[in-house]
């Protein structure tokens, strides 16, 4: 089992911003070395040939072709609008 030591855990659990008792750094450090271990089993396969994949499921593009086309008339627009001023949609200010 790969060595966990302590001040990897701390390091750890201080950039998740948590704090341990020593006896939850201890538990922590051994599960970290178990987890540890066994993701390093994978450098274990064999992969040569295995091609290399981005998606275990055939993905493909499913976009549009960007044909132009007229937009929406303003009026129409501004009539679902809640409100509106010069011309625009009116949102609340989110900056002070």
Not at 23 to 39: D, L, Q, R, S, V
């Amino acid at each position: 089992m790969t060595e966990v030591s302590r001040e990897q855990v701390e390091h750890v659990a201080d950039l998740a911003r948590l704090t341990f008792t020593e006896e939850e750094m201890k538990t922590f450090a051994k599960h970290m070395g178990e987890i540890i271990t066994y993701a390093e089993r994978l450098n274990e396969l064999n992969t040569e040939d295995v091609e290399p994949t981005t998606h275990v499921m055939g993905v493909r593009n499913v976009l549009r072709e960007d044909d132009a086309r007229p937009s929406l008339d303003r009026e129409d627009v501004l009539k679902n609008a809640p409100a509106s001023k010069d011309g625009q949609i009116e949102v609340p200010s989110v900056l002070d």
